[in-house]
C-alpha cells in the first residue's frame, strides 16, 4: 500500500467515526523533520454554533495553537500535514 493510499484509509475511517459520533480524538505524531518546532497534533469533534466541526490543535515546542475546521477543510488539512510533517497517526474511537 503506498503512502497516498493508507493517507485515504485513515481519512475514510477518520471520517465515518465522525460521521457515528463515535471520534473521541485523533493524535498526529512522529515529525518528519526533526528541525521544525511543530510537535504533534490533537485533533477532536466539537459543536460551535450549532455546526460539527474538528478542532485541530497544533503542538509547538513553546506554545499551542487552535483551529477549528470544517469538514471539508479538515480533509485537505490532514492531507498536508501528512505528506509534509508527520509520518504517524491514531484514531481514538469509542468503538471497540
Same mark, same amino acid.
Request: aromatic fraction near 6%; proline fraction near 1%.
Given at each position: 500500500?503506498?503512502?497516498?493510499?493508507? $493517507?485515504?484509509?485513515?481519512?475514510?475511517?477518520?471520517?465515518?467515526? &465522525?460521521?457515528?459520533?463515535?471520534? $473521541?480524538? *485523533?493524535?498526529?505524531?512522529?515529525?518528519?523533520?526533526? *528541525?521544525?518546532?511543530?510537535?504533534?497534533?490533537? $485533533?477532536?469533534?466539537?459543536?460551535?454554533?450549532?455546526?460539527?466541526?474538528?478542532? &485541530?490543535?497544533?503542538?509547538?515546542?513553546?506554545?499551542?495553537?487552535?483551529?477549528?475546521?470544517?469538514?471539508?477543510?479538515?480533509?485537505?488539512? $490532514?492531507?498536508r500535514l501528512l505528506t509534509e510533517h508527520f509520518l504517524n497517526a491514531d484514531i481514538f474511537t469509542s468503538e471497540a
Open positions: 500500500m503506498s503512502g497516498t493510499d493508507n $493517507i485515504a484509509l485513515l481519512k475514510l475511517s477518520l471520517y465515518k467515526s &465522525f460521521e457515528n459520533n463515535t471520534l $473521541i480524538k *485523533a493524535v498526529l505524531s512522529k515529525k518528519r523533520s526533526q *528541525a521544525s518546532d511543530l510537535n504533534n497534533v490533537f $485533533i477532536r469533534p466539537v459543536v460551535i454554533k450549532g455546526t460539527a466541526m474538528l478542532s &485541530f490543535v497544533y503542538r509547538h515546542a513553546t506554545n499551542d495553537v487552535t483551529r477549528n475546521l470544517s469538514s471539508g477543510q479538515a480533509s485537505n488539512e $490532514i492531507d
